[in-house]
């Protein structure tokens, strides 16, 4: 069975500080990937996809970048943190056979002070 | 363009009580939707999903949603709630493309 993977589960970092989050996937292969943020009592924010290793998509310009330096890999990273980067971080992933429901990391909670 | 709507963004309700979450969308044609529930603090997690066919779909932890298309929605219910159905609860919608639309989330929340 597919399993998914996201580290570390909380993180608290000063302002400018650098962030890398980290996203695997196990079970499946080529599964498109994607990065979403939720603020605190906001919806869900898509922030980045990947349908393929070093192919990735931007939803929203920030401070934010991601990579896929493998197939199964999906990582979130920041040179320079801000306040504003506060939520909690998601991970999730889905393929072209299962009619493009996606399925949940168990997520990252960042604060930046 | 398409859209998702999801109108309360509370519900409380009584456990035992029967539940219905709405949700709206806009489409040219006819979508996938999705419903997940979110745990506080975890991911999310899909309840259930409409592709074709049957307008009624059942879903885990029984809940079921029905597709009507003349009114564009596809409503969450549930005939009693239990107090572990307390989340956060997402509809969206995919058009064919795997960038799908969420909704804002509505809230239940379950009185003893």
């Known amino acids: 069975s597919q399993t998914i993977h996201q580290w570390p589960a909380t993180l608290v970092q000063p302002v400018g500080s650098p962030l890398s989050l980290e996203c695997t996937v196990e079970?499946?292969?080529?599964?498109?990937l994607y990065w979403y943020r939720q603020a605190a009592g906001r919806g869900l924010q898509l922030l980045f996809y990947?349908?393929?290793?070093?192919?990735i998509s931007s939803e929203v310009p920030q401070n934010l970048s991601a990579s896929r330096p493998q197939d199964r890999q999906f990582i979130l990273s920041s040179k320079k943190l801000l306040l504003s980067d506060s939520g909690f971080y998601l991970c999730?992933?889905?393929?072209?056979?299962?009619?493009?429901?996606?399925?949940f990391g168990p997520g990252t909670r960042l604060t930046v002070t | 363009a398409q859209s998702v709507t999801q109108p309360d963004i509370h519900i409380t309700v009584s456990e035992g009580a029967s539940l219905e979450l709405r949700c709206n969308y806009s489409?040219?044609?006819?979508?996938?939707l999705f419903w997940y529930v979110q745990s506080p603090g975890q991911g999310l997690q899909l309840l259930l999903k409409?592709?074709?066919?049957?307008?009624l779909v059942q879903g885990i932890k029984g809940f079921e949603a029905e597709f009507k298309r003349s009114q564009s929605s596809f409503n969450l219910r549930k005939p009693s709630v239990h107090w572990s159905d307390a989340a956060e609860y997402f509809c969206?919608?995919?058009?064919?493309?795997?960038?799908?639309?969420f909704g804002r989330g509505t809230s239940l929340i379950v009185h003893p």
């Open positions: 999730a992933w889905t393929t072209d056979t299962n009619s493009y429901e996606q399925y």
């Open positions: 079970g499946t292969s080529n599964p498109n």
């Open positions: 990947s349908v393929g290793i070093g192919q």
């Open positions: 489409y040219g044609a006819t979508p996938y």
């Open positions: 409409y592709f074709s066919g049957d307008t």
């Open positions: 969206a919608l995919s058009g064919g493309s795997y960038i799908p639309t």
